[in-house]
Structures are given as structure tokens and as C-alpha cells.
């Protein structure tokens, strides 16, 4: 059991890990505890995914007795923004400190694993420490509980619902079914995770989980605060100072010393929770020499009722400030607590918990961001503040003189913030706060607001009203003409058109504003006040009414518009085919087993590439990129960077042994830019120190000066405008496309763009690189899809022969692609400056350097025209899609190929002609991401297939039904589809989600609600299984026979969380018939099994698990003759006796798809061995006012054949379609005009998090399907479900369909994708948006553009 506990000693800060006692002498101030935890103490199963906060892998338990509430407190904390030296009188647990997989597990680890809520398992130790420090506060948590703590928690692979469904387990009734069972009396709509076989089958009902098995959560054998700590805590305090390499740090123990410390360093900063000064110090590049922490400081600290309301200590955080709140609003009269229900309101979408925790009410004030989200409460509220120095103490009132510019207050620089006092409302006052942002749960805001209305007694007429705003200008702002217009005047329509018509013209954008989304933003200040607006109307009219004074209500049908945004709590079905029971009980393909590795996941003993210890002469890399995207390289300077301590080298393109030239398939770029860069991030050298702060530090020093080039092509337009494309040029064409629009009734034209999105593996790229000494052998420790891609091109780099390489990957957070081939590049260059430095080199990405450097999905952008017949049929169709590839071949040709494999998605199209074009532009070169290519070619087939369906004025379902293909139908590209299930999966799921009802319920929904809607959309999907270049279609094993009888077994493909590995020793197992626990899968290298190809294509399952299978059938071959000696004799006695007949028990296997390839220039040729099937349908609320949206349900229907492991299958379903609705509903990337990538974190990106799961999510895996192309009849299912998110999608698009024909708007319109809050909010058009007219194109430069 690890516990770590910090005190100080003077200057010193004393450590105690499991007993062991340890002394930091001058804690580093710039170190956080997560650098600390993991270089220091090698406890490596806290891990690093942002460093900023937001995606919650670094999670971990702090303890500390609070003086001020005079208890214990247990609180979820970042450690990535968690200053050491912060941890006085605290005590540390990490994941290892609650259990492990040697010792003993604690719940919250076993539950998590076995729910199979870990796939890469990157994520699994925060999302523990998250749930353990939960129920280390509240043993009995509800759901509602679980969901707010895991605000602050990102998984990328499971789609979240195993994690909430496993963790529902500690909840009161987490084992009930609640009685809402439906037809067999199983809970399947309350949330309890139950699993059904399917109906028709005669088998007992079966589970993914056996929850029985769980060990009970016993809160009385958790580790204790240690006593040590808890008296060190009570004894007066002293001051600690802390001297680092650039900074000082002076935690001051009273407020005397904290203002005279102001005084003499009146530039300080005061650190409360770091979650600003933390953020702004790594990646903005600030320094603040010194800082001052002024956390226990009493008077910073005070909670006190006042006369006029509540006075709250600057240095509060903001989960003391909710729980301050929270017990005023129980205790006094409603009409007392507005302000405080709307600063409620707002906290409950600030930041994750682990944020909330440990940030300080002053931070948000003085930070002064004009996105705050208190603020503008604030502000309209009027709070008051109090701020003192040395010499004196005044009171300021929050109003528009507060702040003076851009992250500026009023406060003089020796003055600090010492409190605030949130008013108290009185009768006739009214209050709201909003917050609109791009995802609900953990974003900033795109727009804030606190509204303010006081009236004259008993009436309707305004006596004061105060409207304030964040994200409309520099700083936070009131809407001071607007109010003063509606003074004296009465709350009814005439005042609400006066006030929208006021909003307008005050609250206007310049068209280029920074944060761009100009129209929306405008809209949305309208929009929220008229939610305000009518929320008052409805209290106006209810508490007037009881004084005997009638005035209008809110009209039924805008009721919605005035609820709170609520996060309802989801549930689950999954239904697979359960295996029936067969003679042989060790062999359990077919069966749910866990992800091997999810014990280790889940208590942090899983190794991850940065996990490897240190070597001990290693060094650290960091990344000098390119600021400009297109531009001549006049020099570099690395003067100063070389002066930074611990530098060793710059390594640039001269350092480079080999070849500079590199490429997954053409060799079109560089390992280092030598003398011209085509991107922003175009990696130009490398810098390597011994630690990552100073490489880091010196690579922004690096000074390199450029001759800027033109043109700048960003966008897919400006590649169009410029010929800017790569070749070749593809096309495909199948029946005869002028006839067919000839013979239709119709034709229209549309166009349709979708955003490219980033993979966000929650394990960035990371590769540590071992120079051996001889004959210029190295080994590569590394994070990626392509071991022998990375071996030949570091082979390449280094000069050598691929024999003396070895690449070697054990496990990969997450990978989706966006390691198949441009991790390569960042191996290269380690690889290259280990060569140079002849010692080890190690280098993980930051999220922001990752993002930056390695691309992404590609963007699409298609315009089609087709031709249909009056009854929906649609009789030819010409399609041309152009992807942005950025500044390198790199795989686009295969994406563009397989898009356009996907251009007819599942519908029969007679008369079809597709063309691709391969964009180069000035971007990182955009590379694989699940689906690859597929997901955009078919999205834009639903975008006509919803066209037609509109124009024709029929139900979307019927006419993409009556399109389908049916079997034995040909592909555009010509291969017939046999086995075609399609039919199958879409009547289930008609079924399943009760189609028919669901559809009268949202039309009923809809004629009941004017300003939100509902939509519905069922979308299926076909995707070609096998790579498209043919010779990847082959793969390789090497299984070792012990002579004790166990089993090592190597195959090509790696484990990045999909499972592979389980499923290929279930495939072995099988086999060989021997049980799993005897087999064993040590890695992926590139020594074992030669030539593999990446694990990719969805395809790793059907290659590797035939290649295993063919080895442990020469195995058993070479067996059988010992156990013919020996038939009743075991395993290990044939094992034994084959050793000494001197067998040779080690074998390879190998295998090819069969039949493969298709040629482009003659339309014929297998282009696939197989496809997948699938259907989904959701259905949608969105709020016409926001453009937010809610997932209310959605039920998929997956053909993945036989399933080799329910469990994973599913969870790859859920991913899948996870993933595609961070595609298709949120994941934004944006781009300056110039090709600066804006969002490269997860502060800016957001993917989605455990709100945006569909409140009702039913999974069926199709019954009956083997497939006879692939192992043990299964079928692929890595990538096929991820386009069924589209289901959303276009449920989005119905939805605003409705809200459009409120105003009078029918038929077609273009929605791009992603559908975000922005362009729902600008789809629906009505009265408000009018008000709001975009600028002109062309007539003003945006700040960002759509690549
Ligand atoms: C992942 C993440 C999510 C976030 N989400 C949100 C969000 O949803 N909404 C939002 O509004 N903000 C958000 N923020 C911003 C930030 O968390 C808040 O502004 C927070 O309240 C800052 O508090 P802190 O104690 O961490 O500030 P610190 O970083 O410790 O300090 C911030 C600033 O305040 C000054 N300061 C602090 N106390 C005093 C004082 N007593 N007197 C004078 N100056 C003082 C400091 O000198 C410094 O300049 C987020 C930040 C992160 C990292
Ligand atoms: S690494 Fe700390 S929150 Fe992401
Ligand atoms: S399992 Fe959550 S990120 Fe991979």
C-alpha cells in the first residue's frame, strides 16, 4: 500500500511513502506533483495525458485536515497542475496506494475491470481515483453523484457506459432492477446492467459480468489520515519558502505576512489552485519568478452570513463555495437565494471536480478571463469585494469598471483580493445565470451571461435590471443601454422586442473577433435573454398570482425553453448470442471474457511506454517546429537554447546518418525540415537535455528566421481555387450515369463539408530509443500501430540494414490510427538522436505538441448531384469529394480510395459515378483515423439520401429502405454482396427501438413544443473488410511451447486496447485446448514476428488470429504422436514428452486473404473479403434557442458474425459509435487562415465525456450470422460502428427540420458536420437569428476557418 504524505520541515518538504520517510530538499517549485510522482518516486500508474487539466488520467486522492471546517477532507485532485510544493500537511494516494493485482484489489479496481470498463486502459487509473475518492467522501453515493465526479474524467475507448455501469454497483439500489423490467422481467430501462440473450434462443440468459462475484466495498479498512500529519496540521504554522531554478515560492501563514510579501514583491502571483497560473506558465510561456500561496491564510478563507448576503474568502474553492451555497438555498425562503441558485447553476458546469477542488473563487475573479463563468454573475448581481494591502482595505462593487482591459481588474498590483459577498435577492427580484459552451460537461464557455430583474412592487414593471455577459467582448461586459431601456417599462412582448432589437446593436462582434462563431454568438445573447425572459414571465405570473395580481404566463408549448439543462442518468442493454455450453470448458472463444490486462489497467501496473524506468544516462527530447506554414528556412539560432541548463545537443536534418526522406508509402517528406517547411508544425530539430522541462525550455528558444512563401493553401476551397491536388486522381463508375439522370423525375445538387478530427489517444506518442554500441544496432521502445514500419524507417534514417533495428510495443493507449503511420516520425527523430548522443533518448509528446505535429482524420468536402424518381428511388448519382491531406502523401490515397468505396454507404444506385481528389495544402499531413475514409465517403451518401427524402417529402426511413441493397446486389465496384444481413440488422433495430412508437412519441413531442424538438434517424452501414493495398493482407505468428507446458505467443499485431491480444490467446486456446491462464502474450516486436503489417483496417483479428491458428495446428501436428503414446494423459505430460523426443515446439504461422485485388482502371477485382453490417437509430432533442443538443437514445444492431468475445465486441461497438458521435455532433478542429491550429488540448478540443452517452443505449450483436471468411465464423469490428454514430447526426437533422418549418422553411438545406451547438443554433432559423445576420464573405478575415 502506498500513501504518501507531505510536510514541511522549515524549508524542507518531508515525504512519508508506505513508512518510508523521505526529505525534498528545496522542493523544485515548477515540478508537479505528477513529474514528481512518476520521475521521483517511479510511480508510474498516475499517468500523463494534458497536462492541463482536462482529460483527468492524472488523477489522484489528496487528504489534508482543513482548519477552517475542521475535519478531513478527501478530495480528487489533478496532479499535473498540482505544484509540489503545494502539498504541505497533505497526504498523496495514487492508484498503487489502493491496491494492485500481487496484493489485493480494491473494489473500485475489480469493479471497473470486470465491468469491462477498461479497454487501453490509459485512462482507468484516474477514472479509479475519481471513484475512490468519491466514495471515500461518500460511501453511498448516488449515480447522479458518480456522473459530477467523473466531469473531470476522458476515456477515448470505452464510450463510458461499462465504466458508469460497473461503478452503479456502489450505488444504494446499484443491484435492483428496479421493476421497470420489460418483457422477461429483467431490468433493462433503469440502468442496471443486464445482458440478454436473445429471445428465440433456448439458452439461459447470460451476462457480460457476474456482479455476485465482486468483492464488497468495505469503507472501514481505508487507509487512515495519517496521525502524524493530522498533529503536524494543528500546530501553529510557519512560513515555507522554497527556492527553485527560476522561481521562489512563499507559502505565508497569516495575512500580515501574506500583505507584506505583496508589498515587496508586488508583481507576485498568488496560487490558490494553479489551475490559471499553471496552464499559463506551461503553455504560455510565462514566468512568474515569484509566487505566493496564500491557500490557509484564515481571513482568505472566512464563510460568513452577513446582513446583505453571503461573504465568501478569496481563496475558497469553489466545491466549498457549491457546498456553502447549496446548504443556504435548503435553509432560507426562495426569494432569498436567486443569485445563489444561479452561481449553483453555473458551478455545476465549471470544470471537472477535480478543478472545482482545489480552484479558488478569487482565481476565477482575478484571472478576470471574459469567458469566465462567474463573472458575469457577479456582475450582475453586484457583488461586493473586498481587497486589501499593506495599508489599506476597501470595497469595490463587481460592475463594468472592474475590469479594465483584457485579464485586467482595477486592483492596484501590492493589492490582493481577500473576499466577496454574493448578495441575497428579496421579493420581485429575479435572477439566472448561463453558459453556453460546445459540450456541456467540462468546457469554457462560448458565451456566459447573469441577468438581473428587480420589479416594483406587486407589478410587472421593471424597477431595475442588470444584464451582464462573458464572451462578447475583451472583458466581461454589461448590456448598459439595453437595461436602461427597459426601465419603468412592463415584462411583455413589447419590452422582450425591444430588448432583442437593443441586444443586437450592443452586443455586436466584429466579424473577425477572436474566438470567431460571430453570428452564433450574437444569436445566443438574444436567445438567452429570451429564455430569461420567459423564466421570469412564469415566476412573475405564479407569484403575482398569489398577491391577486393577474399578468400573462408563459405559453405551455415555451415552457421547455425555461428548464435547466439536466443530466439524466443513462442505461444500458447489450443482447449477444450466448455460446451453448461445450465439451471442452477451457475453451471459451464465444464467451465474455475480460481484457487481460484490465487488472493491471486498473491498479496502474500496466506498462505503458513512458512507464519503462529511466535509464541511467538518458536523454530527453523536445520538438522545434515550424511557426509558419509555408516558408524558406533563412536560418537557426540555437545560441540561447544551448545556454539553458542540461541542454546537450541540437539535432537537426545535417545529423541524420541515412536518409532524411520518410514516408509510410511514398517518401514525400522529411524526418527534419532542411531547408523549407509546409506546415505549422513541421518539425524542424530536436532538442535533447536531461530532463523534459529544460529540453522543452530550450526548444522554445530556438530562434529560426524564415522568408514566408506563397500561397498559403489551408482549406480544401483554396487547394480547389489553387489545382493543389496530389495524384492520382480516382474515380469509379458502374451503369451509365447520363442515362440515369435522363430517366429520372428530379435532380438536385448539394455540397456538404466534414471537419477532420483529432484521434486523441489518451496515451500521446511516445518512443524511447537505446543505441546498443555494435554494428549500430538499436532497440525502440515504442507507442505505436506499425512496428515494422518504424524498424524500416529508422533503418532508413540511421543508415543501417532493418536487421539491426528492433521496434518493440507492449501496449498502446489508444491508438485509432493516428499511430499506423505518423508515430514513425517521432521515432525517427528520437532513433536519430540517440545515434547522435549515443545514449538513450526518450521522448513523449505533450498533448500540445501531439496535436500539433501528427494531424488527424482528414476533412472532406463533397458535392453531388442526383437523380431520383418521385417515390424516393434514386436512379444515378455523381459524386466528387476532395480530402485535405495536408503537407504529405502519407495514406490519403488509400482514405480517398476507401471514401470512394463508401460513396454508395448501403443503397443500390443504379447509375453512380464517384471522383476523389486528394487536396495538398499547408497542414500537418492528415493520416488514418478509424474508418479511414469510410465515415466521410458514406456521410456524405446519407447527406443525399436526406436531400432526397426531403424534397420528396417522405419519411427519411422509407426512403433509405426502399434504396437498399438486397443480396446478391453489386457494389459500384463491382463485388456481389452475398451473406448480406443489412435487412437483418435494420428490422431488429426497427424492433429494438421501437421504431414506429418512438416516431409518433417525437412527432406528438414536437407539435406539443415550439423552441425544443426532437428528431429521429436510422442509418445503416456496410464497410469492406481487408486493407485495399493487397499485399497488407497477411500476417504472421510465432507460438513457443515451454517445456513446463506454457505457451508464449507472438503474433503481428499489437494491443492498443481493442483486445487483440485476449482475443488471440482465446484463438490459441481454442487450438491448442489448453486453458487461457497457460498462454501468454509478452509484446509486439519486429525480432519475433518479421514483416507485419500495422494493426489497422479492423482487419488484426481475421490476419492474426488465422495466423495463430495455423501455428498451433503444426504444433498440435507435431504433438500428436505423444498424445496418441498417451491419450489420457494431460497437456503438460505430451508437452514433456515431446521435449525429450527432441519435438521442435516452437512454430510460426502465417497467413493471406485469399483473392483480393481490385483495379481501378478496369472496375474489377475482390477489392474486400467480406463486409460488415450494421443499423442504428437514435433519436434527439435539441434546444432551437442554444443549439445544444441531448442523446436521448439510441439502439445498434451489429453483424460482427460469430463473436470471439461478446464483451469486446461490444465494447468496440460503444467506442465506435462513441467516437463517431465526437465526430459527427462535436470534435471541432480550428484553424487560423493561416494554418495555426488553435484547439491542441483537450481545454479547446472536446471529445466527448460521460454526459454525452444516449440516456438509453441498447446494443444487440446480430444472432445467427457466422461468417465463413474469417476465424471461428467472426467478423471484423474495429471501424464498422463507428459511422452509425451518424444516426445522430441526421436525428439532429430532422430535429431542426421541424424547428425550420416553425418559420416557414421546407425542403433541403445544407447541415455540415460536425453538427455542433453553433450550426444547429444558425439551422433553426426564427426571429432572433434575423436579428443576427452574418457579414458578408469576403469582406472580412475570420479567425478561423473551415479546412
Ligand atoms: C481544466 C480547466 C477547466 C476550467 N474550467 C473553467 C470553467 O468552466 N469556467 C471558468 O470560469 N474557468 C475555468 N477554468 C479556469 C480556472 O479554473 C478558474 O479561473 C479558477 O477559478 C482559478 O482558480 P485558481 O485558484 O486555480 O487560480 P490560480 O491559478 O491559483 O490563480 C489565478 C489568478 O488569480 C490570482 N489570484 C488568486 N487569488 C488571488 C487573490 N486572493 N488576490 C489577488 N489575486 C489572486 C492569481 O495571482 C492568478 O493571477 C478552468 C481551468 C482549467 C485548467
Ligand atoms: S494529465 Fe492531468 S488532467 Fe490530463
Ligand atoms: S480505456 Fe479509456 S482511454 Fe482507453
Same mark, same amino acid.
Given at each position: ?16 511513502? !508506505? ?142 457506459? #461499462? ?20 418483457? @422477461? ?33 468495505? #469503507? ?53 489552485? !494553479? ?308 465439451? !471442452? ?184 530509443? %537505446? ?98 424518381? @418521385? ?87 422509407? %426512403? ?126 519486429? @525480432?519475433?514476428? #518479421? ?29 500428436? #504422436? ?154 471484423? %469490428? ?70
Amino acid at each position: 500500500m502506498f500513501c504518501i504524505f507531505f510536510a514541511s520541515i522549515a524549508n524542507k518538504m518531508f515525504s512519508i511513502i !508506505n513508512t518510508l520517510q523521505i526529505t525534498e530538499k528545496n522542493a523544485e517549485p515548477e515540478i508537479t506533483l505528477l513529474t514528481y510522482l512518476r520521475r521521483s518516486l517511479g510511480l508510474t500508474g498516475t499517468k500523463l495525458g494534458c497536462a492541463e487539466g482536462g482529460c483527468g488520467a492524472c488523477t489522484l486522492m489528496v487528504s489534508k485536515y482543513h482548519p477552517h471546517q475542521n475535519r478531513i477532507i478527501h478530495h480528487a485532485v489533478n496532479a499535473c497542475l498540482a505544484p509540489l510544493c503545494s502539498l504541505h500537511h497533505c497526504a498523496v494516494t495514487t492508484v498503487e496506494g489502493i491496491g494492485s493485482v500481487a496484493s489485493k484489489l480494491h473494489p473500485v479496481q475489480e469493479r471497473i475491470a470486470k465491468a469491462h470498463g477498461s479497454q487501453c486502459g490509459f485512462c482507468t487509473p484516474g477514472i479509479v481515483m475519481s471513484m475512490y475518492a468519491l466514495l471515500r467522501s461518500n460511501p453511498q453515493p448516488s449515480m447522479h453523484d458518480i456522473q459530477e465526479a467523473f466531469q473531470g474524467n476522458l476515456c477515448r475507448c470505452t464510450g463510458y457506459r #461499462p465504466i458508469l455501469e460497473g461503478y452503479r454497483t456502489f450505488t444504494k439500489d446499484g443491484g435492483c432492477c428496479g421493476g421497470k423490467g420489460q418483457t @422477461n422481467g429483467c431490468c433493462m430501462t433503469n440502468g442496471c446492467i443486464e445482458e440478454h440473450v436473445n429471445d428465440n434462443s433456448m439458452l439461459p440468459a447470460q451476462k457480460l459480468y457476474d456482479q455476485s462475484e465482486f468483492m464488497p466495498l468495505d #469503507p472501514t479498512q481505508e487507509i487512515i489520515f495519517p496521525p502524524e500529519l493530522m498533529s503536524l496540521s494543528i500546530q501553529p504554522q510557519r512560513e515555507l519558502r522554497f527556492v527553485g531554478e527560476r522561481v521562489l515560492w512563499i507559502q505565508p501563514c497569516s495575512l500580515k505576512e501574506l500583505l507584506e510579501l505583496k508589498a515587496t514583491y508586488p508583481n507576485a502571483k498568488l496560487v490558490v489552485g !494553479n489551475t490559471e497560473v499553471g496552464i499559463e506558465m506551461k503553455f504560455k510561456n510565462l514566468l512568474y519568478p515569484v509566487i505566493l500561496a496564500p491557500a490557509y491564510i484564515p481571513e482568505l478563507n472566512i464563510i460568513q452570513h452577513t446582513q446583505d448576503g453571503i461573504e465568501v474568502g478569496a481563496s475558497v474553492t469553489l466545491t466549498v463555495l457549491g457546498d456553502v451555497l447549496r446548504a443556504a438555498v435548503k435553509k432560507l425562503p426562495t426569494h432569498q437565494t436567486e443569485v445563489f441558485e444561479a452561481v449553483l447553476e453555473q458551478l455545476r458546469w465549471f470544470a471537472g471536480q477535480q478543478i472545482r477542488n482545489v480552484a479558488a473563487v478569487g482565481g476565477n475573479i482575478m484571472t478576470a478571463s471574459p469567458i469566465s463563468d462567474l463573472n458575469p454573475v457577479f456582475m450582475a448581481a453586484g457583488c461586493k469585494l473586498t481587497v486589501m494591502s499593506k495599508g489599506e482595505k476597501r470595497v469595490l462593487e463587481m460592475d463594468d469598471k472592474f475590469f479594465p482591459g483584457y485579464r485586467k481588474t482595477v486592483l492596484k498590483s501590492e493589492e490582493i483580493l481577500l473576499s466577496i459577498e454574493i448578495p441575497y435577492t428579496r421579493k420581485g427580484q429575479y435572477f439566472s445565470a448561463f453558459k453556453q459552451s460546445p459540450r456541456k460537461e467540462d468546457d469554457i464557455a462560448i458565451v456566459t451571461s447573469g441577468m438581473n430583474v428587480l420589479f416594483k412592487e406587486k407589478s410587472n414593471i421593471v424597477q431595475s435590471i442588470r444584464i451582464s455577459y462573458g464572451g462578447m467582448a475583451p472583458v466581461t461586459v454589461l448590456a448598459t443601454a439595453t437595461c436602461n431601456r427597459l426601465l419603468n417599462r412592463q415584462w411583455n412582448e413589447e419590452l422582450l422586442e425591444q430588448a432583442c432589437t437593443s441586444l443586437a446593436e450592443e452586443m455586436s462582434l466584429s466579424p473577425s473577433a477572436p474566438g470567431g462563431m460571430v453570428t452564433y454568438r450574437r444569436t445566443l445573447t438574444i436567445s438567452l435573454f429570451y429564455k430569461f425572459f420567459l423564466t421570469v414571465q412564469h415566476k412573475l405570473a405564479l407569484d403575482l398570482g398569489m398577491e391577486g395580481v393577474t399578468v400573462e404566463d408563459v405559453r405551455p408549448e415555451y415552457a421547455t425553453a425555461t428548464e435547466l439543462f439536466q443530466l439524466d442518468s443513462p442505461s444500458g442493454v447489450q443482447l449477444y448470442q450466448a455460446v451453448p455450453p461445450g465439451d !471442452n470448458s477451457d475453451d471459451v472463444v464465444g464467451h465474455p471474457i475480460m481484457h487481460l490486462s484490465a487488472l493491471k489497467h486498473a491498479t496502474g501496473e500496466a506498462i505503458y511506454c513512458d512507464d519503462i524506468p529511466c535509464y541511467e544516462n538518458e536523454l530527453r527530447l523536445a520538438l522545434v517546429t515550424s511557426t509558419k506554414a509555408h516558408a524558406l528556412i533563412k536560418s537557426i539560432d540555437t545560441s540561447d537554447a544551448m545556454e539553458v541548463p542540461g541542454v546537450v545537443a541540437f539535432i537537426s536534418a545535417k545529423d541524420i546518418p541515412g536518409s532524411n526522406l520518410t514516408g509510410p508509402v511514398f517518401n514525400d517528406e522529411t524526418v527534419f525540415a532542411d531547408d523549407k517547411v509546409t506546415c505549422v508544425g513541421h518539425i524542424v530539430g530536436a532538442i535533447v537535455a536531461d530532463t523534459q522541462a529544460h529540453a522543452q525550455r530550450a526548444a522554445k528558444a530556438v530562434k529560426i528566421s524564415y522568408e514566408e512563401l506563397h500561397p498559403v493553401i489551408v482549406t480544401i476551397q483554396d487547394a480547389i481555387a489553387n489545382k493543389s491536388f496530389y495524384q492520382p486522381v480516382r474515380s469509379m463508375e458502374r451503369g451509365d450515369v447520363a442515362q440515369g439522370f435522363k430517366d429520372s423525375d428530379h435532380i438536385l445538387h448539394g455540397k456538404m463539408h466534414i471537419g477532420g478530427q483529432e484521434q486523441f489517444y489518451l496515451e500521446t506518442n511516445c518512443t524511447v530509443a %537505446v543505441p546498443r554500441g555494435e554494428d549500430g544496432e538499436m532497440e525502440l521502445f515504442v507507442s505505436t500501430q506499425a512496428a515494422s514500419k518504424t524498424q524500416a524507417l529508422v533503418a532508413k534514417a540511421l543508415g543501417v540494414p532493418a536487421n539491426r533495428v528492433v521496434c518493440r510495443v507492449k501496449r498502446m493507449g489508444g491508438g485509432f490510427g493516428g499511430k499506423e503511420s505518423r508515430s514513425t516520425i517521432l521515432s525517427t527523430v528520437v532513433a536519430v538522436a540517440a545515434y547522435t548522443t549515443k545514449r538513450p533518448v526518450r521522448c513523449m509528446l505533450d498533448r500540445d505538441e501531439d496535436m500539433l505535429v501528427t494531424g488527424g482524420r482528414h476533412p472532406f468536402f463533397g458535392h453531388y448531384k442526383v437523380g431520383y424518381m @418521385n417515390n424516393g428511388r434514386v436512379n444515378a448519382l455523381d459524386v466528387t469529394l476532395y480530402s485535405n491531406a495536408g503537407n504529405s502523401m502519407d495514406l490519403s490515397l488509400s482514405i480517398l480510395e476507401r471514401a470512394l468505396f463508401h460513396m454508395d454507404n448501403s443503397y443500390n444506385i443504379p447509375n453512380i459515378h464517384g471522383t476523389g481528389y486528394i487536396c495538398k495544402t499547408n497542414l500537418p499531413s492528415n493520416s488514418a483515423f478509424r474508418g479511414f475514409g469510410g465515415p466521410q465517403g458514406m456521410m456524405i451518401a446519407e447527406s443525399w439520401m436526406s436531400d432526397v427524402a426531403l424534397s420528396c417529402g417522405l419519411p427519411a426511413e422509407e %426512403v433509405r429502405r426502399m434504396n437498399m441493397y438486397k443480396e446478391g446486389d453489386f457494389t459500384p465496384f463491382n463485388q456481389r454482396l452475398d451473406q448480406f444481413t443489412i435487412d437483418l440488422c435494420w428490422e431488429e433495430c426497427m424492433q429494438l427501438s421501437d421504431f414506429n412508437m418512438r416516431k409518433e412519441a417525437v412527432e406528438q413531442y414536437n407539435r406539443q413544443h415550439r423552441w425544443t424538438k426532437r428528431g429521429l434517424a436510422i442509418i445503416p452501414t456496410k464497410f469492406g473488410i481487408s486493407y485495399t493495398a493487397v499485399f497488407l493482407n497477411q500476417a504472421g505468428a510465432l507460438v513457443h511451447v515451454y517445456s513446463d507446458g506454457s505457451v508464449l505467443l507472438t503474433h503481428g499485431g499489437t494491443e492498443m486496447g481493442q483486445g487483440l491480444h485476449t482475443k488471440m490467446v482465446q484463438v490459441a486456446s481454442k487450438t491448442l485446448g489448453i486453458p487461457c491462464s497457460k498462454i501468454h502474450i509478452t509484446e509486439t516486436s519486429t @525480432n519475433t514476428v #518479421p514483416n507485419t503489417s500495422p494493426t489497422a483496417a479492423s482487419v488484426s483479428s481475421d490476419l492474426n488470429g488465422m495466423a495463430v491458428y495455423n501455428a498451433c495446428q503444426t504444433l498440435l501436428q507435431r504433438l500428436q #504422436p505423444c498424445i496418441d503414446k498417451n491419450p489420457k494423459g494431460c497437456w503438460e505430460d505430451w508437452v514433456k514428452a515431446a521435449y525429450f523426443d527432441r519435438v521442435n515446439l516452437s512454430a510460426n504461422g502465417f497467413y493471406k486473404t485469399p483473392d483480393l485485388g481490385y483495379d481501378f482502371n478496369t472496375n474489377s477485382g475482390r477489392a474486400f473479403n467480406y463486409f460488415s453490417y450494421g443499423v442504428a437509430v437514435s433519436e434527439v432533442e435539441i434546444d432551437c434557442l442554444t443549439g445544444s443538443h441531448k442523446n436521448l437514445h439510441t439502439s445498434i444492431v451489429m453483424d460482427v458474425g460469430k463473436s470471439l468475445n461478446p464483451a469486446l465486441d461490444i465494447g468496440q461497438v460503444e467506442g465506435g459509435f462513441m467516437q463517431g458521435l465526437g465526430l459527427f455532433t462535436l470534435e471541432e478542429l480550428r484553424y487560423s487562415p493561416d494554418g495555426y491550429l488553435y484547439t491542441r488540448g483537450p481545454g479547446m478540443y472536446k471529445i466527448p465525456s460521460f454526459g454525452d452517452i444516449p440516456i438509453e443505449l441498447k446494443v444487440s450483436l446480430l444472432r445467427d450470422a457466422p461468417n465463413e471468411k474469417a476465424i471461428f465464423s467472426s467478423k471484423a %469490428v474495429g471501424e464498422p460502428p463507428l459511422f452509425l454514430a451518424a444516426s445522430v447526426f441526421y436525428a439532429i437533422k430532422d430535429a431542426i427540420t421541424v424547428a425550420r418549418a416553425e418559420s416557414g422553411l421546407t425542403g433541403p438545406f445544407r447541415l455540415d458536420s460536425p453538427a455542433t451547438p453553433e450550426r444547429i443554433r444558425n439551422a433553426c432559423e426564427d426571429k432572433f437569428t434575423k436579428l443576427c445576420p452574418p457579414a458578408d464573405p469576403g469582406t472580412f478575415t475570420p479567425w478561423a476557418v473551415q479546412v
